[in-house]
């Protein structure tokens, strides 16, 4: 979930109801691979569409019934981090959405 949550950082996840699922959260959900914690990038009749931030092409459809929660909460070390407002929401939506253009530098760096 780099560049927004970083391995080691802790947070705390609460059920919603679907109904209240917004694009840009970041979600708990059981995967094919195994548990996996996502920013919501669409939800579909039956599925809901998931996108790691740090991913620059992979999507994972789960069934609405294997999403566990949303990140309520966010910790490195004993600070907050801005994860769940609806500000944090646009700013990883938006970094969603220039995917190609990240490929496009990574390549040039790489």
């Given at each position: 979930?780099?560049?927004?949550?970083?391995?080691?950082?802790?947070?705390?996840?609460?059920?919603?109801?679907?109904?209240?699922?917004?694009?840009?959260?970041?979600?708990?959900?059981?995967?094919?691979?195994?548990?996996?914690l996502?920013?919501?990038?669409?939800?579909?009749?039956?599925?809901?569409?998931?996108?790691?931030?740090?991913?620059?092409?992979?999507?994972?459809?789960?069934?609405?019934?294997?999403?566990?929660?949303?990140?309520?909460?966010?910790?490195r070390?004993?600070k907050?981090?801005?994860?769940?407002?609806?500000?944090?929401?646009?700013?990883?939506?938006?970094?969603?959405?220039?995917?190609?253009?990240?490929?496009?530098?990574?390549?040039?760096?790489?």
């Amino acid at each position: 979930m780099r560049p927004f949550i970083y391995e080691g950082d802790k947070v705390t996840v609460k059920a919603i109801p679907l109904a209240d699922l917004r694009n840009g959260m970041i979600a708990l959900a059981h995967a094919d691979q195994g548990y996996v914690l996502h920013r919501v990038v669409g939800v579909q009749e039956n599925h809901i569409a998931l996108a790691g931030d740090g991913n620059l092409s992979q999507i994972e459809l789960v069934e609405q019934s294997k999403l566990m929660g949303v990140v309520q909460q966010a910790f490195r070390a004993d600070k907050a981090l801005p994860v769940c407002t609806g500000w944090s929401r646009m700013k990883g939506m938006l970094w969603y959405y220039v995917r190609p253009v990240r490929r496009v530098f990574k390549k040039m760096k790489g």
